[in-house]
């Protein structure tokens, strides 16, 4: 993949920025602008996103944490553990447990849920996207956080990552 000049990365940032916030109906998503320098990630946030797209593919399985079969919790447990980060099993659990973030970086965790309880979790990939295990019958894939579905659920963001 080609790395962004620092322009087009800025312009891309801002192009998100203001795609979630004009879509946006409760708690906010917001990135963080970076400059090139700050852009790199640390290992085990590169280690968290690789091992979610390698996750890409594999099947729904409710309560699921292996590669035959994962559910959202499961797939963010999963690809934390590969970066060497113990984190709790459930969505919730997580969403309760993992310090809470204001801005949103890669790798981080997006919850979503009704009042103070998460129900689904997914992994931020960048560029308004994320990698998630969808439900039954589905497999893992990535999403747009741009979508009212998400924008109406979305409690917060959160990650123990570097």
């Known amino acids: 993949m080609p790395l962004l000049t620092k322009s087009r990365y800025r312009l891309w940032g801002a192009l998100l920025m203001f795609t979630l916030l004009a879509g946006c109906a409760g708690r906010e998503m917001r990135m963080q602008d970076y400059d090139q320098d700050q852009a790199a990630l640390s290992i085990e ?25 994962l559910d959202c919790s499961g797939l963010v447990q ?6 060497g980060i113990d984190i709790p099993r459930t969505a919730n659990q997580q969403f309760s447990r993992i310090p809470q973030r204001d801005t949103i970086r890669p790798g981080d965790l997006v919850f979503f849920g009704s009042g103070s309880k998460a ?26 956080l741009d979508l009212d579905y998400w924008q109406n659920r979305y409690l917060g963001t959160g990650g123990p990552a570097p």
């Open 45 to 69: 946030r590169a280690m968290i996103l690789a091992s979610a797209r390698q996750a890409l593919g594999i099947p729904y399985r409710y309560g699921g944490t292996t590669r035959s079969g």
């Open 78 to 83: 999963m690809a934390y553990a590969n970066a």
């Open 119 to 144: 129900t689904h979790v997914g992994i931020y990939l960048g560029d308004g996207q994320m990698v998630h295990a969808p439900g039954r019958g589905r497999h893992v894939t990535t999403t747009s």
